[in-house]
């Protein structure tokens, strides 16, 4: 474990000292796209890129050497690495100290320690990066031995070692019981003052239990001043192993009992494993939660769709006195977006202000995702005008907030001021401004943004730009250009790509390429009645009823279940949900009377109810009904009893708005004369006076 975290403290090391030579470097923007990648974990998209500089010519140099050998590294990919090698001589990058250790490092995760050795040797000039990575290759390899003849050499020859270094030495000691050797090692890093560093002392911890020493084990663990929990588990399995079982339960027993973070690793763990209950549980017998303990189960539940809990438990720290950190509030902001909660959003924003961390940017730019998701386009812009610094990751939710709102033009101009201002796009950007046209219709701006991308930006397309594009054409109506970007997808096809694609052939009733769409979504995802769904509708909407209902009962057969359509409102602060046919709301007596009478004004105004995708095997009548029981009306007409005439009213679905609701909706914003707003799955909805801002193209 200890030599994984020595690994990544190289290569992190190694990517700082590349990062802070960026200035001198003609390749700065592909380097720092390479190196953003390799940060965040995306090894092989990497490797992809820098491939694509290859064949385009563009200029590599040692900025870009660096990271795609990381990459190289992680992956075990020894002969892509051993073909940057090739190019590296050839450029005659070949004795700079930074891409020899990272070839070091290379050969030597790759488990080629010969090839390593090599370029060590050849080296005129080494660091403490270099040693350590051949330290930690021979670790690896299990030359314990060669790895402590490594360090003695490395300090002959004057190069200090670091922290990292040292945690690489001490698992060699460990690998080969060197128990003096160990000892020696110790009193260098209390020398060095390197002792204070938690990985340093859990290495040295597990050193000295290997090695049979557990008194020392027990100086080194009472003396550390932040423990985590490798280190407790090193001092347990070490009893364990001692056959000091007794010890060892006991040790269990005041690891449980001990400070907060022990807790707090485990709630980390089982949020991010997907295992949310087991966090709970976790969190509740803590004997006293710090704000770290609250902020990682909010994250929690907002990374598993549960915003209102999320909310909840905001409350609750709040009733304990627990004081919120900015981290705190990103949490929380988050998870009102998520839930269209935009009462409690501006609450949480009058906290923001009142702290004082309005000039925060990672608290700005959730503010500004927050106000553009929960329908406050114009509040998400006050606070975008007003924010002293802005990153890339600010105009995005800027971009991306017209983009869900329709607004396609003005998330192109917001992108033209973004370049104005020197705010480099990155891919995100590009999603946004994709998502934008998609929204709006405007086919030739996306195309256009598509090819810039590569051409002007060096950014590659990944999944989402594709499936952007599929989505945009597709409801263009460019059906077999649509379909020609999928089967040309460098990467294999994802459904989401393929669904877009089946929801346009739904949109302008093109069968033959439906069903042979529906195959490859079915094909991909057998257990989500999606595919079926759009087919059904499909055939619904070109007036193949019996094909529609061959579908659903082949769904039916599959035990396939539909995901029921679900609305939310809020009103006095509270959130109210629907489902269709809803019948366990407290008011629903009320509710069904207000439909009725919205029923007759709408039918006056000329409202014709659109049957036609209603599958149910009965009368028109009841078909009637049945449409005007959708969990979107009866969250309309709960609104407009419980809120003052006039007041707008904001709504949000868990899927997309179906047709007759979409008109519906048109002529309940006129008949009563409120403006009322749906956040769909895919977008917003402006309805007033008897319009929506989609212009119907949805």
């Given amino acids: 474990?200890?030599?994984?975290?020595?690994?990544?403290?190289?290569?992190?090391?190694?990517?700082?000292?590349?990062?802070?030579?960026a200035t001198e470097s003609k390749s700065i923007r592909p380097g720092i796209r390479l190196a953003r990648y390799v940060k965040a974990g995306q090894h092989e998209k990497t490797i992809e890129l820098y491939q694509e500089m290859q064949q385009k010519g563009t200029s590599r140099d040692n900025f870009t050497f660096v990271p795609v050998l990381n990459a190289c590294a992680s992956l075990r990919a020894l002969e892509a690495g051993r073909k940057v090698h090739e190019e590296i001589i050839q450029s005659g990058c070949k004795a700079d100290v930074f891409v020899g250790s990272s070839l070091v490092d290379m050969y030597a995760k790759c488990g080629s320690l010969e090839d390593a050795q090599r370029v060590f040797s050849k080296m005129p000039t080494r660091d403490a990066v270099t040693w350590t990575a051949m330290i930690?290759?021979?670790v690896k390899c299990g030359q314990g031995q060669k790895a402590l003849e490594l360090f003695q050499q490395m300090q002959q020859e004057g190069v200090e070692p670091d922290s990292v270094t040292f945690v690489g030495v001490l698992n060699a000691c460990a690998s080969i019981v060197a128990l003096e050797e160990g000892r020696h090692v110790h009193e260098q890093i209390i020398e060095t003052g390197c002792n204070s560093d938690v990985f340093v002392g859990n290495s040295l911890v597990d050193m000295y239990a290997k090695c049979g020493s557990m008194e020392d084990a027990e100086r080194v663990f009472n003396k550390m001043l932040s423990r985590n929990v490798v280190t407790w588990n090193t001092m347990i399995l070490g009893y364990v192993k001692c056959g000091q079982g007794s010890k060892a339960l006991e040790l269990f027993q005041q690891m449980q009992q001990e400070v907060a973070f022990v807790g707090n690793s485990l709630i980390d763990m089982y949020a991010k494993c997907g295992s949310i209950e087991d966090a709970r549980r976790v969190f509740n017998k803590l004997p006293s939660c710090d704000v770290v303990s609250w902020n990682v189960m909010i994250f929690g539940h907002v990374k598993y769709g549960q915003g209102q809990k999320a909310l909840e438990l905001f409350r609750q720290m709040q009733e304990e006195g627990v004081q919120p950190t900015p981290l705190t509030l990103v949490g929380v902001l988050n998870a009102c977006a998520s839930v269209v909660a935009l009462e409690e959003g501006r609450r949480t924003h009058d906290w923001v202000i009142k702290s004082g961390w309005d000039s925060n940017v990672f608290?700005?730019?959730?503010?500004?995702?927050?106000?553009?998701?929960?329908?406050?386009?114009?509040?998400?812009?006050?606070?975008?005008?007003?924010?002293?610094?802005?990153?890339?990751?600010?105009?995005n939710a800027m971009i991306g907030g017209y983009a869900i709102h329709g607004h396609g033009k003005e998330a192109l101009k917001q992108f033209e001021q973004m370049r104005e201002e020197g705010v480099q796009p990155d891919d995100t950007t590009f999603v946004c401004l994709l998502s934008a046209c998609s929204h709006s219709g405007l086919v030739d701006e996306g195309l256009r943004f598509y090819s810039s991308m590569s051409t002007v930006y060096m950014i590659s397309a990944n999944l989402q730009h594709y499936t952007c594009m599929v989505d945009l054409l597709g409801?263009?109506?460019?059906?077999?250009?649509?379909?020609?970007?999928?089967?040309?997808m460098r990467y294999k096809p994802q459904v989401a790509a393929w669904r877009a694609l089946l929801g346009a052939c739904r949109i302008h009733g093109n069968v033959e390429m439906g069903e042979r769409v529906a195959k490859q979504v079915l094909e991909l995802e057998p257990e989500n009645a999606a595919g079926y769904v759009l087919l059904s509708n499909l055939y619904t909407a070109t007036g193949n009823r019996d094909l529609s209902e061959n579908i659903e009962r082949e769904r039916k057969e599959r035990s396939v279940k539909k995901h029921p359509g679900r609305t939310w409102i809020e009103v006095d602060n509270e959130v109210h949900t629907f489902v269709v046919d809803d019948q366990h709301h407290p008011q629903m007596i009320e509710i069904h009377a207000e439909l009725k009478r919205l029923s007759g004004l709408m039918h006056d105004a000329g409202y014709v109810p659109d049957t036609n995708f209603v599958l149910h095997d009965v009368e028109e009548e009841e078909k009637v009904f049945h449409l005007c029981h959708h969990s979107e009306k009866l969250a309309i007409a709960?609104?407009?009893?419980?809120?003052?005439?006039?007041?707008?009213?904001?709504?949000?679905?868990n899927l997309r708005v179906c047709r007759d609701c979409h008109t519906s909706t048109k002529f309940i914003s006129k008949v009563v004369g409120r403006a009322i707003m749906v956040r769909d799955a895919n977008r917003f909805h402006h309805f007033q006076d008897g319009e929506c801002s989609c212009r119907d193209y949805w």
């Fill in 363 to 395: 608290v700005g730019n959730s503010l500004i995702d927050m106000y553009a998701k929960c329908g406050g386009l114009i509040d998400a812009l006050k606070v975008f005008n007003k924010m002293p610094s802005r990153d890339v990751v600010t105009w």
């Fill in 475 to 488: 409801r263009a109506g460019r059906l077999h250009e649509a379909e020609n970007m999928v089967l040309a």
């Fill in 638 to 653: 709960f609104g407009l009893i419980n809120s003052a005439p006039g007041t707008p009213l904001c709504i949000r679905k």
């Fill in 1 to 21: 474990m200890c030599v994984t975290c020595m690994c990544v403290a190289t290569q992190r090391s190694i990517t700082s000292t590349t990062r802070a030579r």
């Fill in 136 to 138: 930690l290759g021979h």
